[in-house]
């Protein structure tokens, strides 16, 4: 079992920043990859970006550019930097692990982009 928690949501403005982090309380290297999923009012969860163990990332293309992810296995989080937000980033944010073939998740933390 892995318990994840993200921490980071909250209000911006257009064009502003945000960071999102998630802690994991265990099995952190061993979750592969690492990820950020997003679903906003009446869409499906969508992959935003994820992230191997060695470090090998993976955007959507909607972020790409603009969103970092990044992982500590030392300190078991992963967190993702968002530059540039816009309205349509709008959505609540969830970490995920992919441990073996059991995916993990966390509570979610909301992203509002709005001027």
């Known amino acids: 079992q892995v318990q994840l928690v993200e921490s980071g949501g909250g209000l911006v403005q257009p064009g502003g920043s945000l960071r999102l982090s998630c802690a994991a309380s265990r099995n952190f290297f061993s979750c592969n990859p690492m990820g950020w999923y997003r679903q906003a009012p009446g869409k499906q969860r969508e992959l935003v970006a994820s992230?191997?163990?060695?470090?090998?990332?993976n955007y959507s293309d909607s972020v790409k550019g603009r969103f970092t992810i990044s992982r500590d296995n030392a300190k078991n989080t992963v967190s993702l930097q968002m530059n540039s937000l816009k309205p349509e980033d709008t959505a609540v944010y969830y970490c995920n692990c992919r441990l073996l073939r059991t995916d993990f998740w966390g509570q979610g933390t909301q992203v509002t982009v709005s001027s």
């Open positions: 992230i191997m163990s060695g470090g090998t990332a």
